[in-house]
């Protein structure tokens, strides 16, 4: 398939070309419209020939020859909220099959897709662009360390679904778009994955469909709003899954209920002292109202900072960096060996468990301990908006936030041979060979 393929891309490329090509360009244009010509014999109906200014140009076509018919096929499937989607666990295995990717997960590791985003509108705050172009980075450097891929979403796909409930519609529509998914990973746009070399612990979550960082006695039983946190969570692809999301869209602005939500929120809810719906008082509404439903399928847990308040940890990262850099020193040269980026996880394994044995707390960082928190979550401190929530300082917000995302850069710029001049210093320095055995030559 390699050759159509070239070919499509070549021919889509000439495409936007230039409008006068120079005369070495004009033949490599002709020359790549008669090798798509060639390849035309070999596609066979499932193309079409499209007239260009130098000629005719094959571009292949998607046909019955590229699976039977599926979901995407029935005009009926919306990607909008509001139109249910049902069968879907029938209709996503049927996909799989169709596409030769076999049962439920393919058979292979489960794929993940993480779905992050921003508002449409530039940022308001001084510099705000540049701090989520930072937060992106972030994300895109643990996505392609980890193999899983990132969808970036600025667009409203249901317009009164405004601010933190945004992340409904295109949820949903990414388990839609896609089926190979088991799990789509929600991380808001003001979290730092601060631990490169931690893998989420899928096996874990077998039994559930949703994953969630809190306290099950703060929501099940104090009814608590903050007992847990929706700025980062893991859905499973599945029907419960849609049946959720539905529910919880249900509490929001789309929705004529809205208002009175609201009210049902604030008088059900402990700690709520506003009138509004918002869509983590929902999600603790639903949990608490529904347990067997919903409750029973959701892992509500605090075992490792699958989200963590920056307050917490941003005033550690530098110790925490020491203690690493000290269990790498000792840990011996197999360690430290440079490696290509693609071996990352082997490296990291290793890397976890040499650290595990001499500095203490879980994999993945938490309230003790001093190994490196998963996700920094700088709720309240809106990089985007500029302003920040009252009860906190300018230092922590703005200088954690650098911090935490220049934290998780060396672990990444490593591979690369550089790290930053120092925490806060945007500049870099080379590392030397078997960094960090020896602690004179790196200063
Ligand atoms: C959900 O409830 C069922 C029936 O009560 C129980 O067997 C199952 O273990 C529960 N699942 C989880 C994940 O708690
Ligand atoms: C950052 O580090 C570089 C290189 O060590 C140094 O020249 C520069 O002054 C530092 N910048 C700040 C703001 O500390």
């Known amino acids: 398939m390699a050759a159509p393929d070239a070919a499509a891309s070549a021919a889509s490329k000439k495409g936007v070309a230039p409008p006068r090509p120079s005369s070495r360009a004009r033949d490599a244009v002709v020359f790549a419209t008669g090798v798509a010509a060639a390849v035309l014999v070999f596609l066979g109906p499932a193309s079409i020939l499209v007239p260009e200014r130098t000629g005719l140009v094959a571009f292949p076509v998607p046909g019955p020859a590229d699976g039977p018919r599926t979901f995407y096929d029935d005009p009926d499937l919306s990607y909008a909220l509001g139109r249910r989607v049902t069968d879907w666990d029938a209709k996503r295995a049927q996909w799989l099959r169709s596409r030769g990717l076999g049962g439920r997960n393919g058979g292979g590791p489960e794929r993940v897709v993480m779905v992050t985003g921003s508002q449409p509108e530039p940022c308001k705050g001084a510099g705000g662009d540049h701090l989520l172009l930072r937060f992106l980075k972030n994300k895109v450097d643990y996505c392609r360390l980890h193999g899983i891929e990132l969808l970036y ?105 809205y208002a009175r939500w609201g009210k049902t929120l604030r008088d059900t809810l402990s700690k709520k002292s506003d009138d509004q719906s918002d869509d983590q008082s929902a999600l603790a509404y639903l949990l608490l109202t529904n347990r067997e439903r919903w409750g029973n399928k959701t892992y509500l847990g605090i075992d490792y900072y699958f989200q963590g308040y920056f307050a917490e940890i941003v ?111 945007d500049s870099v320095r080379p590392l030397p060979f078997d960094y960090p055995a020896a602690r004179a030559r790196n200063h």
């Not at 933190?164 to 808001?188: G, N, Q, T, Y």
């Not at 920040?388 to 591979?415: H, P, W």
């Open 153 to 257: 979403n600025n667009a409203l796909l249901e317009p009164s679904m405004l601010a933190f409930w945004a992340k409904i519609p295109i949820v949903r529509a990414a388990m839609l778009a896609h089926p190979e998914a088991e799990w789509v990973w929600w991380v808001d746009a003001d979290a730092v994955l601060t631990d490169m070399d931690f893998s989420l612990p899928l096996a874990r979550y077998r039994p559930y469909n949703l994953v969630l960082y809190g306290w099950p006695e703060e929501v099940y039983e104090k009814r608590s709003w903050v007992g847990l946190n929706a700025g980062v969570f893991l859905i499973r692809n599945c029907q419960w899954s849609l049946d959720f999301m539905d529910e919880w869209a249900s509490m929001g602005p789309a929705s004529p209920e």
């Open 315 to 425: 005033g550690k990262l530098d110790a925490v960096a020491a203690r690493y850099v000290a269990a790498e020193r000792k840990g011996g040269s197999a360690l430290r060996r440079r490696h290509a980026e693609r071996e990352h996880l082997r490296y990291a394994a290793a890397r976890n468990a040499a650290v595990r044995a001499v500095v203490p707390g879980p994999d993945g960082g938490g309230q003790s301990g001093w190994r490196r928190p998963f996700v920094t979550h700088f709720t309240g401190c809106n990089p985007c908006g500029g302003k920040r929530n009252k009860i906190y300082t300018r230092e922590i917000c703005e200088d954690g936030m650098r911090r935490a995302l220049g934290f998780a850069d060396d672990q990444v710029l490593r591979a690369y041979g550089f790290r930053h001049a120092a925490p806060l210093n």
